[in-house]
Antibody, heavy 119, light 107 residues
């Protein structure tokens, strides 16, 4: 059974750096074709794709946020970490991690974690 | 970026209705178009991938079609559990983008 779980702070202050961790079980990050992405959703708004990292360490970022994002993986812990710098109240959202197995799109999702940016 | 535009942004329908949602890409994305369903408080769920392939476990009343820039998601007979928000997403580019969503509400 494949599961993903997001963890990280629920509140961050403006200008701080957000660090979120996605822990996978039931699938290995080192398996060929595996990719893990991050998607966010502000309250009552649409989904926004942020970044993805693949088993071979290939990475892609949303152009509008690329300067603020870093995605990395720890294969030994089966975790993917997303950092976002210079947080702003507009970054308040539920952050999801999701799994894809090439060539399929994201077919497994975590439950999401709500991050509020407030002083 | 490839922009994805869905229409309508919301619709009201009754149980048993046939419902169609459209998604238009700002440029040719071949058939690299996926559809997700999201219910309040839940993560999105993949319904259809590469335009017309039904994800395992998804009821056959859901279907997808299209290629190039124009795509549709059809629910042949709307069920109570289908009231949700639906998103299209392109995976043609390495920089993935979602549509703005279509909320299907009970009439």
């Amino acid at each position: 059974q494949i599961t993903l779980k997001e963890s990280g702070p629920t509140v961050v202050k403006p200008t701080q750096t957000l660090t979120l961790t996605c822990t996978l079980s039931g699938v290995s990050l080192s398996t060929s074709g595996v990719g893990v992405g991050w998607i966010r959703q502000p309250p009552v708004k649409a989904l926004e794709w942020l970044a993805v990292i693949y088993w071979d360490d290939d990475k892609n970022y949303s152009p509008s946020l690329e300067s603020r994002l870093t995605i990395t993986k720890d294969t030994s812990k089966n975790q993917v970490v997303l950092t976002m710098t210079n947080m702003d109240p507009m970054d308040t959202a539920t952050y999801y991690c999701a799994l894809r197995r090439v060539p399929h799109p994201f077919d497994y999702w975590g439950q999401g974690t709500l991050v509020t940016v407030s002083s | 970026d490839i922009q994805m535009t869905q229409s309508p942004s919301s619709l009201s329908a009754s149980v048993g209705d046939r419902v169609t949602i459209t998604c238009r890409a700002s440029r040719d994305i071949s058939r690299y178009l996926n559809w997700f369903q999201q219910k309040p408080g839940e993560a999105p769920k993949l319904l259809i991938y590469t335009a017309s392939n039904l994800q395992t476990g998804v009821p056959s009343r859901f279907s997808g079609s299209g290629s190039g820039t124009d795509f549709t998601l059809t629910v042949s007979s709307l069920q109570p559990e289908d009231f949700a928000t639906y998103y299209c997403q392109q995976s043609y580019s390495t920089l993935w983008t979602f549509g703005q969503g279509t909320k299907v509400e009970i009439k």
